[in-house]
C-alpha cells in the first residue's frame, strides 16, 4: 500500500469521523 494511499484512506476516515460527530454530538 503506497503512502498516497494511506493518506487518502485516513482522510476519508478523518471526514466521516467528523460527520458522525457532527450528527450524534
Avoid at 503506497?2 to 450524534?24: I, N
Amino acid at each position: 500500500m503506497s503512502q498516497l494511499s494511506k493518506q487518502q484512506a485516513f482522510l476519508k476516515t478523518s471526514v466521516m469521523t467528523k460527520r458522525w460527530w457532527h450528527y450524534f454530538g
